[in-house]
C-alpha cells in the first residue's frame, strides 16, 4: 500500500501548508467537542495524518487511536511530543478495523472527500459504526455546500447544536438534512456533523448525486504570482501555490482559474501536479480536467517561461470531464515580450463553456484584448452558459478603461475590487461572493458561488 496523495512531499509540508488549521481557533473548538462526547471513553481518527487533533486531544487525557494510509504523515506525527501516546493502524478508514470500542469516531479537515466514490463513503460510514460503542458518535467535518445539498430523509436520527447559537444562521436543525448535529467549528465556513452509530448507517443508504446533475458551481479565480520573475514583488518561491492548493481544499470548487503559474504546477512526471492534485484530491483523477494556456515570448518565439524553464501562463481546473478546448493569443499585444493568451473549455457537455484569461497591464492594450476576447464568446463551440474568469489589468472605473465597457451584452460580472472579475451569462444565478486576502500572491482569491 502507498502513502496515496500525502506522501513524503506533502507530508514534508503540510503543517506548514496548513499552518492557520493548526492555529488554536482552528483546533481548539474541535477538541472540546471531541472530548465532551468521548465523555470518558476512547476516540478513533479516520485520517489522523500528524495529530493535528489527536495529539491535543490526547494531551486532554481522551485515549487516540488513528487510522492512516500515510506513513510518511503518520511518521510527523510519531516525531511530536506525545506522538508516542497515540495508536495508529497504517490503512484505509473506509475498511480497516482496530481493537476496542470507541465512544467517538471522528474524520475532519474534509477529508471524506478523499473516499471518491458512494461505495467507500458508505463503507467508511459503516466502518465508523462498526467501531462505536452503544450511544457512541461519528464527527465529520466538511464543507457546507455539498451537505447543504443533499437530499433530506425522514426523522429519526439524534439532532442537537452544541450550544444555543452555535448552529448557522438560517439553518435551525429542523431544516437540515438528516437532522444532524451541527457545530460551527471553525471561522471559516465548515460544519461539523454528528451522528449516532444507528444515524451512520441511516445515512450510508442515501444514494448519492452524481457530479454531473450538481447545480452549484464555485468558481475561485486567482493570480498566483509563480512565474519566479517578479522576486522582490509578489514572488514568493512557490508558497502561493501551496496557499492556493489551501484554499482548493477549504472552498472546494467546480472550476479553478489560474493565471502566472507554471506547467508543473499542474503536470508533474508522474501525474498531477499540486494544483490539478488538489482538485483530484476532492473529486478523483478521473472526475478532474486541466487545460493551460502558455503565453508566447515574442523575442524568442517560444513559450514564455518561468524561471525553472517551464512554460508559463494560464490555466482552468474543472470539475467534470467535458470536451472541447480552445485557446488563442491576441492580436493585439503591448511593446512587451509577453504575448498575452486566453483559454475556454466546455465544461458541462451542451451547457456551460468556462474561460480564463491574463490582459495586458497596458490599459489601452488590455481594453482591445478584452473587446477580442468578447467577440470569442460569440463563436458557435461556446456554449448556452458561459463563466469567464480572470485578471483583466482594468478595473470597473468609470471612464475609457473601464471594464464594464468591454463586458459581453447579456452578461454579469463580479469583482475583486480591483482587477480580478468573473462575468457570467445572465441564465446563471449568482449565489454568494467575496474576496478573501492571500498571503504569498498579490491578488485576492475571488470566490464566487452560482447555480448553472
Ligand atoms: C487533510 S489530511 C487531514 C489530517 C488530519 N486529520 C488533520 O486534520 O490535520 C488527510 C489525511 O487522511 C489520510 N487519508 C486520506 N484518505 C485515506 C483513506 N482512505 N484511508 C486512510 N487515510 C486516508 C491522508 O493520508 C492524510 O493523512
Redesign the pocket.
Known amino acids: 500500500m502507498d502513502?496515496?496523495y500525502?506522501g513524503e512531499s506533502v507530508a514534508a509540508r503540510y503543517d506548514q501548508t496548513?499552518a492557520e488549521?493548526f492555529e488554536p481557533a482552528a483546533v481548539e473548538p474541535a477538541v472540546d467537542l471531541l472530548a465532551e462526547l468521548a465523555g470518558g471513553g476512547r476516540a478513533l481518527?479516520?485520517?489522523?495524518?500528524?495529530g493535528?487533533?489527536a495529539l491535543p486531544l490526547s494531551r486532554r487525557g481522551v485515549p487516540v487511536h488513528g487510522?492512516?494510509?500515510?506513513r510518511a504523515?503518520v511518521a510527523r506525527l510519531r516525531a511530536k511530543p506525545g506522538g508516542d501516546a497515540i495508536g495508529v493502524t497504517i490503512?484505509?478508514?473506509?475498511t480497516t478495523r482496530v481493537d476496542g470500542g470507541f465512544s467517538v469516531a471522528y474524520l475532519?479537515?474534509n477529508?471524506i472527500m478523499?473516499?471518491t466514490t458512494q461505495a467507500a463513503q458508505v463503507a467508511c460510514f459503516r466502518n465508523a459504526a462498526a467501531h462505536l460503542v452503544p450511544g457512541g458518535c461519528f464527527v465529520i467535518e466538511v464543507g457546507v455546500p455539498d451537505l447543504r445539498r443533499l437530499p433530506s430523509v425522514p426523522d429519526g436520527s439524534r439532532c442537537r447544536c452544541p450550544a444555543a447559537g452555535t448552529c448557522p444562521s438560517g439553518t435551525s436543525p429542523p431544516e437540515v438534512p438528516f437532522s444532524l448535529m451541527q457545530a460551527r467549528w471553525l471561522a471559516r465556513p465548515l460544519v461539523a456533523l454528528v451522528v449516532t452509530a444507528s444515524a451512520a448507517l441511516l445515512i450510508s443508504s442515501v444514494p448519492a448525486k452524481p457530479a454531473h446533475a450538481e447545480t452549484t458551481f464555485v468558481v475561485l479565480q486567482m493570480n498566483l504570482c509563480n512565474s519566479g520573475l517578479a522576486i522582490g514583488t509578489c514572488y514568493r518561491f512557490g508558497r502561493s501555490v501551496d496557499e492556493a492548493v489551501e484554499k482548493i481544499h477549504e472552498y472546494p470548487p467546480e472550476l479553478v482559474t489560474l493565471q502566472e503559474i507554471c506547467r508543473d504546477d499542474l503536470y508533474s512526471p508522474t501525474g498531477w501536479g499540486r494544483l490539478a492534485q488538489a482538485m483530484a484530491g476532492i473529486y478523483g483523477s478521473r472526475h478532474v480536467s486541466v487545460d493551460f494556456v502558455p503565453a508566447v515570448d515574442r523575442d524568442t518565439n517560444d513559450w514564455y517561461r518561468c524561471t525553472d524553464d517551464e512554460p508559463y501562463g494560464d490555466a482552468l481546473i474543472y470539475h467534470y470531464s467535458g470536451r472541447g478546448h480552445q485557446s488563442g493569443w491576441y492580436q493585439s499585444q503591448d511593446g512587451s515580450d509577453e504575448a498575452r493568451a486566453w483559454t475556454c473549455a466546455t465544461v458541462i457537455r451542451a451547457r456551460l463553456t468556462a474561460c480564463t484569461t491574463h490582459l495586458s497591464t497596458d490599459p489601452d492594450t488590455a481594453a482591445r484584448q478584452c473587446r477580442e476576447l468578447r467577440a470569442t464568446l460569440t463563436e458557435s463551440w461556446v456554449q448556452p452558459e458561459v463563466i469567464v474568469a480572470g485578471d483583466f489589468n482594468l478595473a470597473a472605473r468609470a471612464g475609457t478603461h473601464d471594464v464594464r465597457r468591454c463586458a459581453p451584452a447579456g452578461y454579469d460580472r463580479r469583482g475583486d475590487g480591483s482587477v480580478q472579475h468573473v462575468f457570467f451569462t445572465r441564465n446563471i444565478q449568482w449565489m454568494q461572493g467575496e474576496h478573501l486576502p492571500m498571503r504569498f500572491t498579490d491578488h485576492p482569491l475571488l470566490y464566487e458561488k452560482f447555480r448553472v
Open positions: 502513502d496515496g500525502f496548513s488549521m481518527e479516520f485520517g489522523i495524518g500528524t493535528r487533533i487510522i492512516d494510509l500515510s504523515m490503512g484505509d478508514f473506509a475532519v479537515f477529508t478523499n473516499l
